[in-house]
């Protein structure tokens, strides 16, 4: 598998020239195989994300009856407990929930339209049993949010467009930030026929930004060359992936990247994990228009609106 993630460095693509060019080059052959990437060089200090990991577990660790005061839905803004999701259902199976609980933030520049407002732009919540979690979080999603930009512009120059589309599509962006804890065997129990930490799926939007523990019971990834295989790992790098909605302006050439999450596993019973995990989208309003062949591979489909596409995706994976 670690043949078919590409690993880039984002420092080579900042140099420019023969550099860059090769850069671009590697992206393009590295999301065609797997839509998966390895990015190093992204300048994100990794203590960052390490305080935040920590502020996190403070939070997953108190009592429930505390955690169900920010309780909420998938798509909303606090705590999504244990199985209120399954994300197995994005692709049509029916599996048992997700063996995980998350906290999760979003975006919440509000445009003044209510019906928008309410569904795409809704304020974060913050415990006020961790107080750090708010600076900490906040100074985290803008990292990854301007990276996610540079991300967006390094693949439009993969593909050798004359501009960057993204620049115009992405000005008031919708995304989520999940911290997602996924407890131990001792705690869970044995998982059942079918369960996983996440299920199957693909991700909705334009880019995936993950910072992740490795472990046991962790990321697998799946290309049509080597099905399942235990995703690469790089103390030093990010992983990104795309998803269905860059995928479909694409036009298929990049597939969006198909992973899981696998259960606690009865080798190692006390593995605690926490991911870090930026979900980019772009404007809630914005029209994606696919990209034809030569550069998609296949006829392209309609043009889509941001909004619409995601909507019917998280509605998909929402259980109760």
């Known amino acids: 598998m670690s043949d078919r993630i590409a690993s880039v460095d984002l420092a080579r693509w900042r140099s420019g020239g023969a ?17 998966f990437l390895l990015v190093r060089g992204h300048g994100i ?15 997953f660790a108190l009592p429930e009856e505390v955690k169900n ?12 407990g244990p199985g209120r999701e399954a994300n197995g259902y994005a692709e049509g199976t029916e599996t048992p929930p997700d063996l995980k609980e998350t906290f999760a933030v979003g975006a919440d520049t509000a445009t003044g339209d209510p019906a928008v407002d309410r569904v795409w732009f809704l304020p974060n919540v913050w415990p006020a049993e961790v107080t750090e979690l708010r600076a900490l979080l906040t100074e985290y999603t803008a990292a990854v949010h301007a990276l996610s930009d540079e991300l967006l512009a390094l693949f439009a120059a993969a593909l050798a467009l004359p501009d960057n589309p993204f620049a115009t599509l992405a000005t008031r962006p919708t995304w989520t930030c999940n911290i997602n804890h996924y407890p131990p065997l001792t705690s869970v129990g044995t998982p059942r026929a079918g369960q996983f930490r996440i299920g199957p799926h693909t991700d909705f939007g334009t880019v995936t930004v993950l910072d992740r523990e490795p472990g046991a019971g962790g990321l697998q990834i799946y ?20 998803g269905d909605l860059l995928a479909y302006w694409s036009g298929e050439r990049w597939p ?6 696998l259960p606690p596993q009865a080798a190692a019973p006390e593995e605690d994990l926490v991911s870090l995990i930026f979900f980019y989208e772009l404007d809630h309003d914005a029209v994606v228009t696919p990209l034809a062949p030569p550069i998609g591979r296949v006829r392209p489909g309609p043009p889509v609106v941001s909004a619409d596409f995601l909507r019917v995706r998280l509605d998909a994976i929402t259980l109760g």
Do not use: C, K
């Open 19 to 35: 550099a860059a060019a090769a850069v671009a080059r590697e992206v393009d052959a590295g999301l065609r195989r797997a839509g």
């Open 45 to 59: 200090d990794p203590a960052l994300p390490a305080a935040v990991r920590a502020a996190a577990r403070r939070f």
């Open 69 to 80: 005061r920010y309780a909420v839905t998938v798509g909303g803004r606090g705590w999504i």
């Open 223 to 242: 290309t049509e060359a080597d099905g399942w295989a235990d995703a690469p790992f790089d103390p030093a790098a990010l992983t990104v992936n795309i």
């Open 256 to 261: 969006s990247g198909r992973h899981r999450v």
